[in-house]
């Protein structure tokens, strides 16, 4: 089957704009899970979703990232006012819930470049 | 802070040897110790992992071993072949959904 996938794969944008990610998880799972992943770096957790609620934002690293998940599958990354230090790679990743211990599932990432 | 320490950083092995990652947490919490595989390009896939109730665990070419005492683990991989080169992360969590990734180790496997 399908596997996660995220778009736009790569997205250049200038500092100060907006930018929006999009995730589609695997489906059927009802939690979704966005990491950024810095050059040389391992993911770095953002947010969690468990259905449409977040259940954990504690990664966001300020008010200028927000994201949602308004029918409990498909999950928009909002960034605004863009910094050059938000440059990374943004992953998806989504798991099915209810089950000890599951796999998470990555997507292949947008790579974001804010010149 | 990181959570989680990784190393080496970057290793060379020769085809049919071993490569070893070891990782080190402080978290005693953390009841998950999962390693994933990165190619150039993808996500991170899970290859292996381990819960602390046990102190090793083995599949396919693929060994974990894990020492709750000193809050350490590592991965083994046997018979190191071309196509494992690759970026290696260990993560842990307490449960499963808030993962703490290692910085990761790039494998080069030399024919």
């Known amino acids: 089957g399908a596997g996660v996938s995220q778009t736009p794969s790569n997205k250049v944008t200038e500092k100060g704009k907006y930018v929006e990610l999009r995730c589609d998880p695997i489906s059927g799972h009802t939690a979704l899970y966005w990491y950024r992943q810095s050059l040389g770096q391992g993911p770095e957790f953002l947010i969690y979703?468990?259905?449409?609620?977040?259940?954990?934002d504690s990664g966001l690293p300020n008010d200028r990232f927000f994201a949602v998940r308004p029918e409990g599958s498909v999950s928009t990354l909002k960034i605004q006012r863009t910094e050059r230090g938000d440059s990374a790679v943004y992953l998806c990743a989504s798991s099915q819930q209810g089950i000890s211990y599951n796999e998470q599932f990555f997507g292949p990432g947008t790579r974001l470049t804010v010149l | 802070q990181q959570q989680v320490k990784q190393s080496p950083q970057s290793l060379i092995v020769q085809k049919g040897g071993i490569s070893i990652i070891n990782c080190a947490y402080e978290?005693?919490?953390?009841?998950?110790f999962p390693w994933y595989q990165q190619f150039p390009g993808k996500g991170p896939a899970l290859l292996i992992a381990i819960r602390p109730d046990v102190s090793e665990k083995k599949e396919g070419r693929f060994t974990i071993s894990f020492n709750k005492s000193a809050k350490q683990f590592s991965l083994h991989i046997m018979d190191s072949q071309p196509g494992d080169s690759a970026t290696y992360f260990c993560?842990?969590?307490?449960?499963?959904?808030?993962?703490?990734f290692g910085a990761g180790t790039t494998v080069t496997v030399r024919a």
């Open positions: 979703f468990q259905g449409t609620g977040a259940a954990d």
């Open positions: 993560a842990a969590s307490k449960g499963d959904y808030k993962l703490s």
């Open positions: 978290n005693t919490a953390f009841d998950y």
